[in-house]
């Protein structure tokens, strides 16, 4: 069975950078395309970006192109996602995904308070 | 950029009752190999989305047969013959055909 497990909750200040990551069990990162989608409170899910690990190509979505890094370590069946310059509205939970296919992590929620 | 439209927005349903969703997006989802890469998900509260249909009318493992999906090109629907206290939660429609995937979701709560 294919999981992708989420690392913690993370409490960062404004204008610092919050890194999460996300690794594959059950199968090789290699065989999917690697989803990050972020859900602020009481809203819908928006995408942010994906990583093909085979290449390491990336493409994001407009909103988050240059404050958001996508990335993943084939070695550890794991990819990352990074947002730097964190703002209030940065407030969400962020799931990393491989869809078509129907794995989802669990969720990180990133609260971004003074 | 393919535009998801849901409608309704929420909805509110009698348990036992049938209820459907509608999914239009702005280009045709028929990609050239024939098959038509749409999707539908149910998330329910502090949990990741479900996958229950796949290319359209597929059901994935485990999805009560209760949820039906249909439609062709643009225009899509997700039905519910009888809607229990279970399925209460927000539904996505999404493609895969191109980037971003997702439609804004459906409120279903129960009366």
């Known amino acids: 069975e294919v999981q992708l497990v989420q690392s913690g909750p993370e409490v960062k200040k404004p204008g610092t950078t919050v890194k999460i990551s996300c690794k594959v069990f059950g199968d090789t990162i290699n065989e999917y395309f690697i989803h990050w989608v972020q859900q602020a409170p009481g809203k819908g899910l928006e995408w942010m970006g994906l990583i093909d690990p085979k290449d390491g190509e990336t493409v994001y979505a407009d909103r988050f192109l240059g404050r958001v890094t996508i990335s993943a370590d084939t070695s550890a069946d794991t990819a990352y996602m990074e947002v730097r310059g964190l703002i209030s509205e940065d407030t969400a939970v962020y799931f990393c995904?491989?869809?078509?296919?129907?794995?989802w992590g669990q969720g990180t929620l990133v609260t971004v308070s003074s | 950029d393919i535009v998801m439209t849901q409608s309704p927005l929420s909805l509110s349903v009698t348990p036992g009752q049938p209820a459907s969703i509608s999914c239009r997006s702005s280009q045709s989802l028929l990609h050239t190999d024939g098959q038509t890469f749409l999707y539908w998900y149910l998330q329910k509260s502090g949990q990741p989305p479900r996958l229950l249909i796949y290319e359209v009318s597929k059901r994935f493992a485990g999805v009560p047969d209760r949820f039906s999906g249909s439609g062709s090109g643009t225009d899509f629907t997700l039905k519910i013959s009888r809607v229990e206290a279970e399925d209460v939660g927000v539904y996505y429609c999404?493609?895969?055909?191109?980037?971003?995937?997702f439609g804004q979701g459906t409120k279903v709560e129960i009366k």
């Open positions: 995904a491989a869809f078509p296919q129907p794995y």
């Open positions: 999404m493609q895969s055909i191109q980037l971003p995937p």
